[in-house]
């Protein structure tokens, strides 16, 4: 996802348990806590595994600092889970002990808080908006994508790197990279299957492109419709330049 997320502005979020204490003592906390368990699936696990799980489905707006992180895990999530005797797993046993660990998760980033650098992106199809306005450009664009195709003797270009192309000019246009937004990667693929862009056909360089303008044009009409929201959290190990304000969670 950093590729996709490199020119992204981010926020650098102090994690102090606060916000985490206020999701756990609002109204939505057994709502989602019930819509968790339903999704991770505890028939064959312990019950500690379940909240173990349950706290890696928690975000940054619930006040939970990425449990992915191994300092996380070892510093914040473990010390939660010690002294704490392992119980059959039913939903209610599940909703009460997880919501007595959350409580023990949010003491331990008071004591010792989490510092995490969020960033978050939309991808709307306006930077593709943008460049389909100024044929100049989109010229220009397309050139720059086609430098390093192979070409045949006449010519002409295997519609296969039409998505090699696409790849090439995506920061271009706002778009991450292919492999860097699984949703993105469905929405471009759904894109491609419809013009059979992997049937090796030979087009010429026009046709190529006039069909790599119209993958652009339906990506940016799916987007446009369908908007993209994507977020990155990381856990930020080193010290923090002290010019650098920090934020709570909730802001």
């Known amino acids: 996802m950093a590729a996709g997320l490199k020119r992204d502005p981010i926020v650098i979020l102090r994690m102090d348990g606060e916000d985490l204490l206020e999701f756990i003592n609002g109204p939505s906390y057994e709502a989602e806590m019930v819509s968790i368990f339903s999704q991770i699936g505890c028939e064959d696990a312990s019950l500690r595994d379940c909240i173990t799980k349950a706290l890696e489905k928690l975000t940054v707006d619930q006040g939970m600092p990425p449990s992915s992180d191994s300092w996380v895990m070892r510093n914040i999530v473990e010390p939660a889970l010690e002294s704490w005797d392992d119980k059959p797993v039913s939903q209610e046993t599940f909703l009460e002990e997880s919501k007595k660990v959350a409580k023990r998760v949010a003491q331990n980033l008071n004591e ?6 969020h960033s978050e992106n939309t991808f709307d199809g306006s930077g593709i908006k943008r460049l389909l306005s100024n044929k100049f450009e989109l010229d220009k664009l397309l050139n720059v994508g086609l430098e390093n195709v192979p070409k045949d003797r006449n010519g ?84 923090l330049p002290s010019s650098l304000s920090l934020l709570q969670a909730s802001t």
Do not use: C
């Not at 010792?112 to 650098?117: D, F, G, K, N």
């Not at 990279?177 to 759904?190: L, W």
């Not at 492109?209 to 929201?229: F, H, R, V």
């Open 112 to 117: 010792e808080p989490v510092i995490v650098a």
């Open 156 to 239: 002409k270009i295997s519609k296969e790197y039409l998505r090699v192309v696409l790849d090439v000019v995506a920061p271009s246009v706002g778009l991450p990279q292919i492999g860097a937004v699984e949703q993105m990667d469905k929405v471009v693929a759904d894109v491609l299957n419809r013009i059979d862009a992997d049937d090796w056909k030979m087009i010429k360089e026009d046709e190529f492109k006039k069909l790599l303008t119209e993958i652009m044009e339906s990506i940016m009409l799916q987007l446009e419709g369908n908007p993209i929201s994507v977020s990155s959290n990381s856990v930020v190990h080193e010290p």
